[in-house]
């Protein structure tokens, strides 16, 4: 046995387990959300999520993480038994890293295409008028979004094939604060749009007769989505982090850097929607098609067009590698694999089952029926399979097994180990017992169309 990696910093781990967090989620999913379900009281109820549960469930996985010294599978064989039924918790969590990440990175490489456009020149060249039609040409064009999903996940395995501190924890250290400056500067930009004001009303405004309770489960999925947790990648994360280091406190300040960057993008992107004309709930569309159409029309466009999309690439990118980092350390840790090995092999099988969601555009080269399970595309199917399935049960088990199973003296020990904040044990146990898994079961049940 080779001895386990770890970061070299507490710093290093926030930055990367916030670079995990950090991702399209913040930037593509919440605005459009937010937009959808009418902006404030949106907002609201997913602040309480991620305070009541999502942070919770982020302590228990790192907590997990950092006990079993291992990644999710042999976590749970380590902590539950071999042959226990929680290891199944494990094997789901490798599961949704597969899949997420498959589809992950075809809106990865969207983001890649709309960055070289950007920097060539070439969106804002266009026009808004030619700006339209470029993102139903990507999409629809399966050789592009093919060569760019597979050069995305290319980037990605690159990082991950350097190792926990050499790889994810240095790339993490460059991107992280390279895109906290980018999405400043665009802030900046956003606050002397006429639209600032307008956008700051919708975000922050309490707008009651908008309140649905859709709304309200759909902010506690996207909660866990964009806080990555109920696969893993914050428990893999977690064993790679000293046992001096305080859990409870980079619990905190991980999911303050993801809840302010959240708010971030929506206060860049709503001004921008907002002077132009446009409307705010234009769905999942509204990052590719009315932000770029705004943009081509704003003096100082190419500039701001490249550090928009460029800063869409790195979120993407450390969250990516969290995802396939997942992977990465099952095949080293039960398979006694070679890191370089594990990385390749874990990344090529992600980058081919990936092919049917770039290609689900495309009805050029495979006919609709060919990729469409579930009456949804290849893409929407894996999605709807992912964000509403696997990682709501994933996050039950883990906070379920944390609170009901784990060795007491254990979680106590972890959870104080380092930390000046032991007042909130009680707390913290008493939400993961009870209003996390009964939370969590409102928006399982909600995804089956139960409630
Ligand atoms: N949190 C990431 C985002 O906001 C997505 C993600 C989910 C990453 C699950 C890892 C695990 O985009």
Redesign the pocket.
Known sequence: MTKRSHWNSRIGFVLAAAG???????IW?FPYLTGENGGGIFVLIYLACVALVGLPVMVAEILIGRSAQSSPVGAFKSLAGHTSKWVWVGWLGVCS?FV?LSY?SVVAGWSLHYTWLSVTGRLVGLGPEGVKPVFGELYQSAPMSLAWHLLFMGLTIAVVFGGVSKGVERWSRILMPALLIMMLVLLGHAFSLDGFTQAVHFVFGFHADKFTSIGALEALGQAF???????G?MLTYGSYLHREDDIMGSSITISVLDTAIALISSLVLFPIIFSYGMEPSTGPSLVFISVPIALSQMPGATILATLFFALLVF??LT?AI??LEVTTSYFIDERGWQRRRAAVLAGVVVAIMGIPSALSGGTRYFGSDLVSLLNKNWFDSMDYLASNWM?PLGGLGIALFTAWRMDEALRYDHFLSGSRLRIFYKWWLLLLKFLVPVAILLVFLHAVGLI
Not at 20 to 26: P, Q
Request: hydrophobic share 50%; charged share 5%.
């Open positions: 995990s967090a950090v991702g399209l989620g913040n999913r890293s997420i992950y989505f964009s806080l990555s947790l109920g696969m990648a979120a993407a969250s969290s995802m990682l």
